[in-house]
T-cell receptor, first 110, second 115 residues
Framework: DQQVKQNSPSLSVQEGRISILNCDYTNSMFDYFLWYKKYPAEGPTFLISISSIKDKNEDGRFTVFLNKSAKHLSLHIVPSQPGDSAVYFCAASAPQKLVFGQGTRLTINP | ETGVTQSPTHLIKTRGQQVTLRCSSQSGHNTVSWYQQALGQGPQFIFQYYREEENGRGNFPPRFSGLQFPNYSSELNVNALELDDSALYLC??????????????FGPGTRLTVL
């Protein structure tokens, strides 16, 4: 069973605009979430996280929103830059492990 | 501060063989987790080691085994390789056993191909 889902395999956004990546989860016991970015031939790089006691966390151009009632989180990137082109993974924290979504490939067009 | 390193970068094996992958954790981290990432999928948790003991395991058969050494480096061993074991194997390190909010930092991965 897929407990963390990223339903959009790909997303294309124009440079300078906002990129919004979405993630849904099914397990209400999850209380900490992370976003990772992955370039080809590299491991995932930690971007930003959020605890379930918050509904928003910002770090520079990156903001993560959490809607616990909908079991939904989203990552906003503003403004989008060419270097943001990568695969983005949403992950939920469970004891001893991270549970990942399938990833969304973000392409920033000039 | 040294990041997570993995070796080798790439590996080609044949079905039935055995393989050992290695990981050095980030400086100051005592916990290592291993993940398998198949093509087009997110990473799947294999197991975690904390202070040299297995501290959690995902849905992988016993032919996947591991070790953690006193310096917190780790090995992943896979016996009787199958074609479906072809994947990117990722190692992640963190500080403390995973009880909630420890961020895991990943290495570059080892690409294993089984022919």
């Amino acid at each position: 069973d897929q407990q963390v889902k990223q339903n959009s395999p790909s997303l294309s956004v124009q440079e300078g605009r906002i990129s919004i990546l979405n993630c849904d989860y099914t397990n209400s016991m999850f209380d900490y979430f992370l976003w990772y970015k992955k370039y080809p031939a590299e491991g995932p790089t930690f971007l930003i996280s959020i605890s379930s006691i918050k509904d928003k966390n910002e770090d520079g151009r990156f903001t993560v929103f959490l809607n616990k009632s909908a079991k939904h989180l989203s990552l906003h990137i503003v403004p989008s830059q060419p270097g943001d082109s990568a695969v983005y993974f949403c992950a939920a924290s469970a004891p001893q492990k991270l549970v990942f979504g399938q990833g969304t490939r973000l392409t920033i067009n000039p | 501060e040294t990041g997570v390193t993995q070796s080798p970068t790439h590996l080609i094996k044949t079905r039935g063989q055995q393989v050992t992958l290695r990981c050095s954790s980030q400086s100051g981290h005592n916990t290592v987790s291993w993940y398998q990432q198949a093509l087009g999928q997110g990473p799947q948790f294999i197991f975690q080691y904390y202070r040299e003991e297995e501290n959690g395991r995902g849905n992988f058969p016993p032919r996947f085994s591991g070790l953690q050494f006193p310096n917190y480096s780790s090995e992943l061993n896979v016996n009787a390789l199958e074609l479906d074991d072809s994947a990117l194997y990722l190692c992640a390190s963190s500080f403390g056993a995973r009880e909630g909010t420890d961020t895991q930092y990943f290495g570059p991965g080892t690409r294993l191909t089984v022919l």
